[in-house]
């Protein structure tokens, strides 16, 4: 692997080889998403606790000072809505160019398998791949479902996976589900887990990332489990434990509850 490539994944993933990265890109097809109206607001305190940020251009730009040394994965699919017609209509919204301007670590984008879309979101995988491989930028694709959150099961996501790794992804961001195991072992490269929609307790948070991370998933992609809840800190702080100390959900939730109460320190 060429030292740029090598460089990069090595600061997305740190030395344990396990990483927590932070998305805010919501927007990009959600608009004001809750909590997240305000991006700045809602990154600012997290920054410490992150391995990166999954974000827009746009969001770069405006919320985040440029001395900001966490390492930037840049969402560059977009073009599609909430309120059109179809979210798998998705393309790449950010050269290859931009992105080096930009100073990202990475560049992320949606395949959608299984829709109408397929055949087009997987040919633009497959070419961002062929320009990142050429500045040595890492592929994250995200394996995105859409609004059937049903679709959030093993054989689905395996194949899913499985094709974003063929295409040349460096990294694939999925949902967890039950028997994750049988996602990871199907690919070849590493894979985040995404969050989806909150969920009713912290503790089921820590359940699932404890879960997929047991069954041999690297790490989280993981958003509005955790800023939309009412203490965004310490469920980073809990959730960074499971991931870089291998603490258990119930010493997470421990974590959390001892912390919660604590004002946010400013990065
Ligand atoms: C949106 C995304 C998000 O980055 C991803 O869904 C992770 O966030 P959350 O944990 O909130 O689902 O790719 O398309």
């Known amino acids: 692997m060429e030292w740029g490539m090598a460089n990069r994944l090595a600061r ?5 080889g396990r990483c927590l990265f932070l998305p805010v890109d919501h927007g990009y097809f959600q608009g004001p998403t809750r909590k997240l109206e305000q991006p700045r607001q809602t990154i600012q305190p997290l920054i410490p606790y992150a391995d990166a940020f999954f974000l827009t251009r746009g969001v770069l730009r405006s919320s ?6 966490k390492p930037i ?6 073009g599609a809505s909430v309120v059109g017609k179809d979210l798998a209509n998705e393309g790449i919204t950010t050269g290859m160019e931009e992105v080096i301007r930009l100073n990202a670590a990475a560049v992320g984008m949606s395949v959608f398998i299984g829709t109408d879309y397929e055949r087009e979101s997987l040919l633009n995988l497959a070419r961002l791949v062929d320009e990142g491989e050429k500045y040595g930028i890492p592929v994250m694709a995200v394996t ?3 609004k059937e959150l049903e679709k959030r099961e093993a054989r689905y996501l395996a194949l899913c ?3 974003a790794a063929e295409m040349g992804a460096r990294i694939v961001k999925t949902y967890w589900c039950e028997n994750f195991e049988k996602v ?5 490269v590493p894979v985040v887990m995404a969050g989806g929609p909150r969920v009713d307790t912290e503790l089921e948070v820590f359940q699932f990332v404890h879960d997929g991370m047991q069954r041999g998933a690297i790490g989280v992609n993981l958003g509005r489990n955790i800023w939309q809840n009412e203490h965004p800190v310490a ?5 960074r434990a499971i991931i870089h100390e291998d603490a258990t959900p119930e010493q997470a939730q421990e974590l959390y509850d001892s912390i919660k109460g604590q004002p946010a320190v400013m990065a």
């Not at 985040?64 to 040394?69: G, K, Q, S």
């Not at 994965?73 to 977009?78: A, N």
């Open 12 to 16: 997305l993933i740190p030395r344990d």
């Open 64 to 69: 985040v000072d440029p001395d900001n040394t």
């Open 73 to 78: 994965i840049l969402r560059v699919s977009g």
């Open 144 to 146: 995105a479902v859409g």
């Open 161 to 163: 996976c499985r094709i």
């Open 184 to 188: 990871v072992q199907g690919c070849p």
């Open 235 to 239: 469920m980073m702080r809990a959730i």
